[in-house]
């Protein structure tokens, strides 16, 4: 199940929970993947694919790493 940014009004995404076999467990899962998302674009002051110059750091665990062969 996947709601991101839906441009759905509110009563047709509280159809779509209704339609899930746990409307509530629907709902709180999408309430907590848009806090976690707000706070993840908090954090990096960009939001997801945004290039920015103010841009704090990446969204999907990239770090630097030394190659070695």
Excluded at 23 to 42: D, F, I, R
Aim: with cysteine; aromatic share 10%; proline share 1%.
């Amino acid at each position: 199940m996947a709601y991101q940014n839906s441009t759905l009004s509110f009563e047709q995404m509280l159809l779509q929970f209704m339609s899930e076999q746990d409307p509530m467990l629907s709902m709180l899962q999408w309430l907590c993947e848009q806090l976690m998302e707000a706070e993840v674009s908090a954090k990096i002051k960009a939001q997801k694919s945004e290039r920015t110059d103010s841009r704090q750091g990446y969204r999907s665990g990239y770090r630097v790493r030394r190659f070695d062969t």
